[in-house]
């Protein structure tokens, strides 16, 4: 397996326009997880789904933020309108909830709002 | 509410030293420990993992890790640290009966030859 794939592995853009960020996860997870990686605040857990469905989108930070998985191979993490102060590292992970198995990472991607 | 709590943010040794980075969370039920390691420019990948049995866990380039439920802590421990394991440290927790997996801050450790 390909491991956790997140793309685009870069992307810059212009305040208010709008980001998504997508993430394939390995193969046969049923968890999939969304976290934010800011110097100030480390690493945030947005939102994490069980077999497709959000389970705690509590650490989403504002309505701009939306989340959604329509298949167990793919999710989308949606900014709209963008801010500057969403500049950072958003990380996908994978796992197999109730098999005692770590959560996998993809590579990240690193988003600049100008 | 779950929460990890890193109490060193950063750490900076000679090569050669020995390392511990502390690790303390709330959760009220039984947990799933982790550390993970994020080098320079990359993604967090898996150190050592803690589900049941002995407390005291081994994972890759010779870290361990000691689980004390009294304590709630899941302390990181290297008896001699090389150059190359100048990265950042996260410890995490997982509930047993849910996976919402939480991450602590962070310890940047560097590691001068």
């Known amino acids: 397996d390909a491991g956790v794939i997140q793309s685009p592995r870069h992307e810059v853009t212009e305040m208010g326009q709008e980001v998504t960020l997508r993430c394939k996860p390995i193969?046969?997870?049923?968890?999939l997880f969304w976290y934010r990686q800011t110097m100030m605040r480390g690493l945030e857990l947005l939102i994490y789904?069980?077999?497709?469905?959000?389970?705690?989108d509590s650490g989403m930070p504002e309505d701009r933020f939306s989340a959604k998985m329509p298949n167990a191979s793919f999710s989308t993490l949606k900014i709209q309108p963008s801010e500057p102060r969403d500049s950072a590292v958003y990380f996908c992970?994978?796992?197999?909830?109730?098999?005692?198995?770590?959560?996998?990472f993809g590579q990240g991607t690193r988003l600049t709002v100008v | 509410a779950q929460s990890v709590s890193q109490h060193n943010h950063h750490v900076i040794l000679s090569e050669a030293a020995s390392l511990e980075l502390g690790c303390n969370y709330s959760?009220?039920?039984?947990?799933?420990l982790f550390w993970y390691v994020q080098y320079p420019g990359q993604h967090l990948q898996l150190l050592l993992k803690?589900?049941?049995?002995?407390?005291l866990v081994k994972g890759i380039k010779g870290f361990e890790a000691e689980f004390i439920k009294s304590k709630f802590s899941f302390n990181l421990r290297k008896p001699s640290v090389q150059w190359s394991d100048t990265a950042e440290y996260f410890c995490a927790v997982a509930g047993r009966n849910t996976d919402k997996l939480i991450f602590g801050t962070g310890t940047r450790l560097q590691v001068f030859p």
């Open positions: 959760y009220g039920g039984t947990v799933n």
């Open positions: 992970a994978s796992s197999l909830v109730w098999e005692n198995t770590e959560a996998f």
């Open positions: 803690y589900f049941s049995g002995d407390p």
């Open positions: 193969s046969g997870h049923n968890s």
């Open positions: 789904f069980n077999n497709n469905v959000p389970i705690d």
